[in-house]
């Protein structure tokens, strides 16, 4: 299932940028052509009032920068097939090379649930009902088991798929603006943006690596822990609390990897996107409070239009 769904989002992805990064570059190259040659302009007149009379080497040096990043940015055959399958595929290569063949994101991902799902099966069967205090004792045992393990891992699961998912939507949009990042290397004072955007790629690629990593973790953690096999009262509770560890470690790790990247990264979109639903939510409720609202203030206005003229005599 979940090969299945990153397997579709790859193909969609790699056609969205392939269609657009042609259309982006043909769209900014006369605003980047007239930029370079301003610079140009611009540095021909510092050469001229330059008392240590470094043009050659000045000269040299924009020519040689400029040949490189525009032999980058403005051939989109060479950066279709260097960068873009550099960035989207070399985090599932490495995760590959350490924990084996198709061992890739999606790969990892539905190893862990077809895992998880098959030791809940597993332990499903072992419920029996029989009129005996310590047969019925272990089987609710099975059941507050499969139903902590069940909450515990959708939302785990949930969470972990929103990240990768969405890094790999987001990672499309860096690589169809990437050629106007990578011109930018060329002016010193946008050279940071270009820096920005190398850091916002390598996020994705931190992040392609670190989860995968973290659902063989989890696996044995649980091989070893919750589907061991040894049903008690301290193992129910001690379940609950990898569960909740594990949704943490999920969050987690989009921080990290943004902390390793130096930016902001993917972290805060997910917090962001469950922000503005609660905002959303919020505003359904006061819509849907809005019509008895307005009918008790409707209700108000008219007694007290009601009670105008009436004497307001109290007794005493």
Known sequence: MFDSLFDFLNQIVESNIAEMVGRFTTAFTPLLGACVMLYIVYMAWEMLFDRQNMVFMESLKTIGSLTMVTGVALNTAWYMSHVVPFILGSGDQVTQLLLGSGSGAGSALQVLFDRVWSDIGLMASRIEWEFDAQVIGQSLGIIAMIIISVLGFIPFIGIATAYLLMAKIMVSFLLIIGPLFIMMAFFPSTRSFFQAWTGQCFNYVLLSILFPLSFSLITSLLKETVFAGNITFVNVIFTAVIFFAL????????????????????SGLIGNAVQGAKAASSAAKTAKNAPGQIKQGVKDVTSKVQNIGKPNIKGG
């Open 247 to 266: 949704c943490v470690l999920a969050t987690q790790i989009p921080v990290l990897s943004s902390t390793l990247s130096g930016g902001v990264g993917i």
